[in-house]
């Protein structure tokens, strides 16, 4: 008999973890304490939190700029139009 393959079937990749980076000897005889080590991934974890909140003031302030910007020319497109139509009116 044979076997058939289906070309559809994809392989099934693992979900994308980083990798965890390994502790230097030292450290790990120093931080065996676990409240100690959840400690400082607490504080690592809100340094990460500040950095996006960051991100997302700065993403925040560039858009309000953007649209601001955009409206601005928006503006200027229609006051010229009324003015060449009022120009055409007039000749």
Same mark, same amino acid.
């Given at each position: 008999?044979?076997? !058939?393959?289906?070309?559809?079937?994809?392989?099934?990749?693992?979900?994308?973890?980083?990798?965890?980076?390994?502790?230097?000897?030292?450290?790990?005889?120093? !931080? !065996?304490?676990?409240?100690? @080590? #959840?400690?400082?991934?607490?504080?690592?974890?809100? !340094?990460?939190?500040?950095? #996006?909140?960051?991100?997302?003031?700065? /993403?925040? *302030?560039?858009?309000?700029?953007?649209?601001?910007?955009?409206?601005?020319? @928006? *503006? /200027?497109?229609? @006051?010229?139009?009324?003015?060449? @139509? *009022?120009?055409?009116?007039?000749?």
């Amino acid at each position: 008999m044979q076997t !058939t393959s289906t070309p559809f079937r994809q392989p099934v990749s693992p979900i994308n973890v980083p990798p965890a980076s390994p502790i230097p000897a030292a450290t790990a005889a120093a !931080t !065996t304490d676990p409240l100690q @080590e #959840l400690m400082n991934l607490v504080a690592a974890m809100k !340094t990460q939190l500040d950095d #996006l909140q960051n991100k997302h003031l700065d /993403i925040s *302030r560039k858009l309000r700029e953007a649209t601001q910007s955009a409206r601005q020319k @928006e *503006r /200027i497109y229609q @006051e010229t139009s009324r003015k060449l @139509e *009022r120009i055409r009116m007039a000749v």
